[in-house]
């Protein structure tokens, strides 16, 4: 049975982690790795009601070339020059789980969304990953992530916990990434086309007569041209390793997944002039109770095009809808199993990484009697206390951090945080000093561990526990020495 299947989609089945900057062989079909798993990966709920976001979107990608992969070509695209930087978002006002994304009017529509950070930062080992989020979202709420960071074409990158629960707000339709360059002296590689692709390309713009319509006209000419003389198939037949893999897509197979669709429309449009990228993420249309649920099945790439008169970005899809019923087909009879597990894993961790779970309400009533226990001797030990201290206030996680005591001693130094500013900014600005530039990695070090501290259910273990107390004394006695 899987010999069926394309050697490239089936090599995926051990890659679950896209990356946003290159869409390389591995990364090629972060869609088709996933299209014979019925696993839950995205849970999500419209507030207030409504129509969820049709995509999720992951990453867009903006330079394409074709790769020798397995004894034959490949498509892959890559991040090109211009979201290689990720910087970082700011949680504005701090602690208040409010991440912006960019500077336009915040959308009115709200999506309830729990999600999975699969990957590992290799610096701190914190799971981190890639949001799954609306393509017109600009900004997030009630996130509970240590750090995000976001490039300018879409990517938005999370470091937290493992299982993220937060709002989205979304609905503008449109999507909020960076404009084509305009600079002459730059490549726009958002037209970018490779000349040995050129050739099939425009066999079929001078076959539906393209040159001469307008961009309106172009774009439905394309659409129905792809939904009229394509299917869609998870099957690829063997080529050999000298035929290009889109060339043989367009004029002799007229057959594939979502990859294939979405740069072939990207490249045709680019063909004729029309900036557009390559998007990858999820598509929504599993309803189930109240909301929704997005299976690694529904892993998806479609196409932006650049709307030049409203001056914004457009999802432009050409994928044949028959592809979510024929997804839906290979599922397996026991999917109720695994989805009734996934559920089991879902409220594991909820329980433990929020604390908001019934069972967690259950438990709670049940162990009255031992919390009025616990009050009581935490009240008599503070009437006990010697020379009259009270005891140690615990009033909420992370109250006892060492971090506070770098704050205080910075502001003594005459770089206090002003009213509002996050704790990563005021670091930044308090390296900037020349004297302090070389105490800027270990003072982000220090500053991870108090997050983690003060916001991580879980908590530190001992050890970088007492690894935060060792690293706040040791500038204390030293580079910030009285």
Known sequence: MAGQYDPQLLSLLWHLKPDPKENSNEAELHTGKLK??????????????????????????????????????????????????????????????????????VNRSVVHIACYLNGANPN???????????????????????????NNIGAVLAEGPRLLIFDARYGSDDVMDARPEADTYVTNEDLLVPTNETPALQQVISKLSLTNKSEDEQLLAINQFFANNFTYSLQQDAATPDTPALARFLLQTRSGYCEYFATATVLLLRQLGIPARYAVGYYVHENTGHGYVVRERDAHAWCLVWDEKKQVWKNFDTTPAS????????????????DFQSWIEFQVLKFFEYGHSNIREYLFWGLIPALAFLLYRIFRSSRWSKDGESSERMDWPGLDSEFYQLEQRLAQLGLPRQPGEPLSIWLRR?????????????????????????????GLSPAERQELRRQVESLLSTAFAQ
């Open 124 to 150: 701190d080992k914190y799971p981190d990953g890639l949001l799954p989020l609306p393509p017109d979202c600009n900004r997030l709420e009630s996130l509970r992530a240590y750090f995000v960071y976001q």
């Open 36 to 105: 014979l798993s019925g696993k839950i990966v995205i849970r999500l709920e419209p507030v207030n009601g409504g129509h969820p976001p049709t995509y999720l979107r992951e990453a867009s990608y903006r330079k394409f070339q074709e790769t020798s992969y397995g004894g034959r070509r490949n498509m892959a695209w890559e991040a090109g020059n211009t979201n290689n930087d990720y910087p970082e978002v700011y949680e504005t006002p701090r602690d208040s789980g409010i991440w912006p994304l960019n500077g336009y009017t």
């Open 430 to 458: 308090a390296t900037d000093n020349s004297d302090l530039a070389e105490f800027k990695e270990p003072l982000e070090n220090i500053l991870r561990l108090h997050y983690r501290h003060r916001f991580d259910p879980r």
């Open 323 to 338: 592809w979510v019923t024929q997804e839906r087909n290979t599922g397996s009879p026991f999917q109720f199993l695994s």
